[in-house]
């Protein structure tokens, strides 16, 4: 196994320990891309969210996020004052934000406004990440919507550009 595979893999390991499943994504990119795509197949969507997943600043941010997550809820932040930011998921935070718009700056501004109706909304596993509980998710939530919005955005480009090939 490659170092690409053991980085995917360790990722989707630990979005699984946080709770967070591919298929809870996947149900996010059918929320943004099946009314524009009824004929959007599993395939599809699961091909595009790997392949956002494979994407090694996508890994990164996974990485970064749910270890500030993990280091507030476990009290070993150095500074208290952030720790108690992310733990209360201040809405004036916003680094949070900038995290997920790296991953959306990947796929344009399609995947930036898709992220930005997710983090609205809060639909599915964005909501479920989104309460509070004993779990700090205050980067994790913005992860998974901003992938979700990338993965999206990557289906529209690829839809689009295939329609276009039809056209001619």
Same mark, same amino acid.
């Given at each position: 196994m490659?170092?690409?595979?053991?980085?995917? $893999?360790?990722?989707?390991?630990?979005?699984?320990? /946080?709770?967070v499943?591919? &298929?809870?994504?996947?149900? +996010?990119? !059918? *929320?943004? @891309?099946?009314?524009y795509y009824?004929?959007? &197949?599993?395939?599809? #969507? !699961?091909?595009? +969210?790997?392949?956002?997943? /494979?994407? /090694?600043?996508? @890994?990164?941010a996974i990485?970064?996020?749910? &270890?500030?997550d993990?280091?507030?809820?476990?009290? /070993?932040? %150095?500074?208290?004052?952030?720790?108690?930011?992310? +733990?209360?998921?201040?809405?004036? *935070?916003?680094?949070?934000? #900038?995290?997920? *718009?790296? %991953?959306? $700056?990947l796929?344009?501004?399609?995947? =930036?406004t898709?992220f930005? !109706? %997710?983090?609205? =909304?809060?639909?599915? %596993?964005?909501?479920? +990440?989104?309460?509070?509980?004993s779990?700090?998710?205050? *980067?994790?939530?913005?992860?998974?919507?901003?992938i979700?919005?990338?993965?999206?955005?990557k289906?529209?480009?690829n839809? &689009?550009?295939?329609?276009?090939?039809? @056209?001619?």
């Amino acid at each position: 196994m490659g170092r690409e595979d053991k980085m995917y $893999n360790k990722c989707c390991e630990l979005l699984k320990q /946080r709770g967070v499943e591919l &298929s809870d994504i996947a149900e +996010l990119i !059918y *929320f943004l @891309q099946g009314g524009y795509y009824p004929e959007l &197949s599993d395939e599809k #969507v !699961y091909v595009a +969210l790997e392949s956002v997943l /494979r994407k /090694r600043e996508v @890994q990164h941010a996974i990485l970064t996020g749910i &270890s500030l997550d993990i280091a507030a809820e476990e009290h /070993r932040m %150095i500074d208290k004052d952030l720790e108690g930011i992310l +733990l209360r998921d201040e809405g004036l *935070f916003g680094v949070d934000e #900038v995290l997920g *718009f790296g %991953i959306c $700056n990947l796929y344009g501004s399609i995947a =930036l406004t898709s992220f930005g !109706y %997710i983090d609205k =909304l809060k639909p599915g %596993i964005v909501g479920k +990440l989104n309460e509070k509980g004993s779990q700090c998710n205050t *980067f994790l939530d913005d992860i998974v919507g901003a992938i979700a919005a990338t993965s999206a955005s990557k289906i529209a480009h690829n839809l &689009s550009d295939n329609n276009v090939e039809k @056209q001619k």
